[in-house]
């Protein structure tokens, strides 16, 4: 009898702890005040909640995001980073935070740093700047984690207001950070600046007329013009001479035949035969 006793308080102990915690995977929505644990690439979110209660102390008066413990599972030191959405009863967003520790100027925990493996408790204040102007903390039923933001960029966006968490397609670690933002705006200044100046030289200036080819063609025509006109000069001043005949025969053979062409040759014996 006191075995099964035992086993029904066991069972009781066990319901009632952790009554609040639950199961949830990235993009879920979360109830307020509901504990889950998630685990990204990066971070191990252990044991956080949205609390409606606020912080302890002298922030009472501020809602928060409380993290019995954040893990860094990586092999390197990071920030504390998260991109999560907060929404409404209706399970409307009403905003989306992108969050980075070493850019939390307000957080008694700014500029904070994990080692590899390194754990410690934290805590994120939820207070009306992160809302839409008709809307408080008040209103604040669901949250969602979207990525452990990874580049910890460090922004509140409002274009997801009204969507339900379906419709938010912020991929994993798709965001940039602002480096690579200032990066992006640098190279597109310069590749404008280097378009305006090809089409000012292309159009105002001599510097792209030969792109075709065309004034190398018409260069070679007048090169080949030129080249006739100075062999036709050359041939002006220096007329080719007339090769002489190639000899045959010799002067003394030439000399003989003519003396014989001359000879009379009447009374010879082959003319008596004709005669």
Do not use: W
Not at 86 to 113: E, H, M, P, Q, W
Not at 164 to 175: R, W, Y
């Amino acid at each position: 009898m006191k075995k099964v006793f035992y086993l029904i308080l066991l069972l009781i102990s066990i319901s009632t702890i952790n009554v609040n915690a639950a199961n949830y995977e990235l993009k879920e929505l979360i109830p307020v005040n509901v504990k889950t644990t998630i685990v990204t690439n990066n971070f191990s979110y252990q044991s956080f909640c949205y609390s409606d209660n606020g912080l302890e102390g002298e922030n009472s008066h501020n809602n928060a995001i409380i993290f019995e413990n954040i893990k860094n599972i990586s092999d390197k030191e990071l920030p504390v980073s998260i991109s999560l959405a907060l929404f409404d009863k209706d399970r409307k967003n009403l905003s989306v935070i992108n969050y980075c520790s070493v850019k939390d100027k307000s957080s008694n925990a700014s500029g904070t740093k994990l080692k590899s493996k390194g754990e410690m408790p934290y805590s994120i204040e939820v207070d009306k700047s992160y809302l839409p102007e008709d809307k408080t903390v008040e209103d604040i039923k669901y949250i969602a984690i979207l990525s452990d933001n990874i580049n910890c960029n460090s922004e509140t966006l409002l274009d997801y207001a009204g969507y339900p968490i379906e419709d938010i397609s912020m991929g994993k670690n798709n965001t940039l950070d602002d480096d690579s933002q200032y990066l992006i705006k640098i190279m597109t200044i310069v590749g404008v600046v280097l378009l305006l100046l090809f089409l000012y030289n292309f159009m105002f200036t001599n510097a792209y007329q030969n792109m075709d080819g065309s004034d190398v063609r018409a260069g070679y025509r007048k090169y080949n013009k030129e080249l006739k006109k100075e062999r036709e000069r050359e041939l002006k001043k220096h007329p080719p001479v007339e090769p002489e005949p190639v000899k045959v025969k010799s002067d003394k053979v030439i000399e003989q035949e003519k003396q014989a062409q001359n000879e009379d040759k009447s009374g010879t014996d082959l003319h008596n035969l004709y005669k």
